[in-house]
């Protein structure tokens, strides 16, 4: 199969960048876009050419290190699947594919197609954890949660960090993501003890670096991990319980 | 002799913009302008089926109507005297409305700022979502030509206004063409704004069920579909000249 991938190239953060096409003529259609990427670097380096720099670990869909757009689409054509799972069957023969780092004022670039993510660690930072004294493991029933509890609260710890509702969001918000931590937290019997504090915090962080959400939706149609688009309510939800409970639980 | 050496070059790979934030996060917080949206935005969709409600009495005849309009300016007579309630209820009005603007500018510059120079390709199935700035503007216009034209008589009023005979006024505006083409144009924008901002409100005051988000979903679609259909009803019956003067 013959494509052609049309890279963005960017040296470092203080340089512009600009797109660059390049050819492959022997994509197979099982290969995933990592694949296809990595299929590219090795033909750039036999050329002597530097390589595409981008990220990527458990390429199975469940690390959340890798991220690209994909003709302006976070992660690719697919819905809820991230790059490492998506397939070059997507595309025709003769196909153009725009393989863009993900964008948002909030993951400046750092190179090519890596983007600068640790605003959302900085989130995580502000409360996305539980203050208890970890030690040794304790017995597993000591703290009682129900199955049907213990799903939903899964739905939302599903989020895998990788960023694709930012970079799908017109607005770059990152109210998937801080919704999904305040939720998943929210129905622990740990995290209840802050869930207060947490919500100030949080939320007062995402709204340094991230935008205001509009209710537009794209981010749970990119959200590998399927995180309901419900987390965009959480948010306010959870902050409009802080304000009226002047609480730290 | 040395000779003035530049500033030190940043060496931080990471960009100033990446590095944890220092700065309070910005006032007003995106979460109460959002809350101050839902609020104000709820209040004109109540308006707008009270005011729907009253429109269409229109079709009931010209001494319905004008009684009706009578029947607003004194409401809650005597126990608030004259035009007391009117006036109160505009200044609710106007106060909301300041508010709604004031907030929807700010996250709509928020949100410019926060996309980054790469805009995202526009999405024709997020159409409502990505022009409530605009529609609303577009509202905006109109509710000054409409309180100019049927409520003050002034500038753009058709001509013979008179403002005990609120039933003619209306008549008498919306023989114009374009003044019916406007109205009815407008409408429809009201009906994309309120459509994605009653989805809007849900989220805003934290609605997380899942059968009141779906519920809200359709309602909205509902009710932006009987304000436009109604409303709408008014003018082109002015045209067709089914509602006449006299
Ligand atoms: C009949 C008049 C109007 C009605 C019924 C109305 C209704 C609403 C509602 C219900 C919302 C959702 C609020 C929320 O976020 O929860 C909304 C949002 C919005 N309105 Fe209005 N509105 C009106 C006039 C205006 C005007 C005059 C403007 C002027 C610029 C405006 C600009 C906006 C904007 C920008 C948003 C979106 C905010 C966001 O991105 O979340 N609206 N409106
Ligand atoms: S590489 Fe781990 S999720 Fe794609």
């Known amino acids: 199969m013959r494509l052609i991938l049309e890279v963005w190239r960017q040296e470092s953060p203080r340089v512009p960048g600009r797109l660059e096409a390049y050819e492959i003529t022997d994509a197979r259609e099982e ?42 689409v976070p992660h690719g054509p697919e819905n809820n699947v991230p790059a490492c799972g998506q397939h070059v069957r997507s595309f025709a023969d003769g196909d ?10 909030g993951f400046p670039i750092i190179r090519d197609l890596i983007v600068d993510r640790t605003g959302l660690d900085r989130i995580i930072q502000a409360g996305g954890t539980v203050a208890v004294d970890a ?23 599903a989020c895998i960090g990788c960023g694709a509702c930012v970079s799908a969001c017109p607005n770059g918000a990152a109210y998937l993501f801080t919704g999904a931590k305040l939720q998943h937290l929210a129905l622990m019997p740990h995290g209840k003890m802050e869930r207060g504090k947490r919500a100030r915090s949080m939320i007062a962080q995402m709204e340094h670096e991230f935008g205001p959400c509009s209710q537009i939706g794209e981010c749970a149609l990119a959200c590998p991990a399927g995180v309901p688009l419900s987390a965009i309510a959480t948010l306010n939800k959870e902050r409009l319980r802080a304000l009226l409970r002047r609480k730290d639980n | 002799m040395s000779s003035p050496t530049p500033a030190p070059p940043d060496r931080d790979p990471i960009p100033q913009a990446a590095r944890p934030a220092t700065t309070p996060p910005p006032w007003p ?19 707008l089926l009270f005011h729907l409600a009253g429109n269409l009495k229109v079709f009931l005849g010209a001494e319905d109507f004008n009684h009706y309009a009578e029947w607003l ?8 005297p004259g035009s007391g309630f009117l006036w109160a209820f505009r200044g609710v009005m106007v106060a909301s409305l300041v508010l709604h603007v004031y907030s929807g ?28 700035f605009w529609t609303g503007l577009i509202i905006l216009c109109f509710i000054v030509f409409h309180i100019l034209d049927l409520t003050m008589g002034k500038v753009v009023a058709a001509p013979g206004f008179d403002p005990g005979d609120p039933y003619s006024n209306l008549i008498h505006s919306f023989s114009r063409p374009p003044v019916a083409i406007f109205y ?57 000249g089914i509602l006449t003067v006299g």
């Open chain 1, 31 to 72: 290969m995933s876009l990592l694949e296809l990427l990595d299929r590219l670097n090795h033909q750039l380096v036999e050329e002597n050419q530097e390589p595409v720099a981008f990220e990527s670990d458990c390429r199975e869909g469940i690390c959340g290190t890798c991220g690209i757009d994909v003709n302006g």
């Open chain 1, 96 to 105: 153009t594919v725009r393989i863009e780092p993900f964008r948002a004022a």
């Open chain 1, 135 to 157: 030690g040794t493991a304790t017995d597993a029933d000591t703290l009682l949660v129900t199955h049907e509890q213990a799903e939903a609260a899964l739905d939302f710890a």
């Open chain 2, 29 to 47: 917080q995106t979460w109460i302008l959002k809350v101050i949206m839902a609020v104000t935005g709820s209040i004109f969709v109540a308006f």
């Open chain 2, 73 to 80: 300016r004194t409401l809650l007579n005597p126990l608030i």
């Open chain 2, 105 to 132: 500018t700010t996250i709509w510059l928020r949100a410019r700022r926060a996309r980054g120079v790469h805009a995202r390709k526009f999405l024709l199935r997020r159409i409502g979502s990505r022009t409530m």
């Open chain 2, 184 to 240: 009815g144009l407008t409408m429809a924008l009201i009906a994309v704004h309120i459509s994605h901002g009653i989805w809007s409100v849900v989220n805003d005051l934290g609605g997380t069920g899942k059968r009141l988000r779906n519920v809200v979903f359709a309602v909205a679609g509902l009710i932006a579909l009987v304000v436009v259909c109604g409303n709408l009803a008014i003018p082109v019956a002015v045209q067709a």
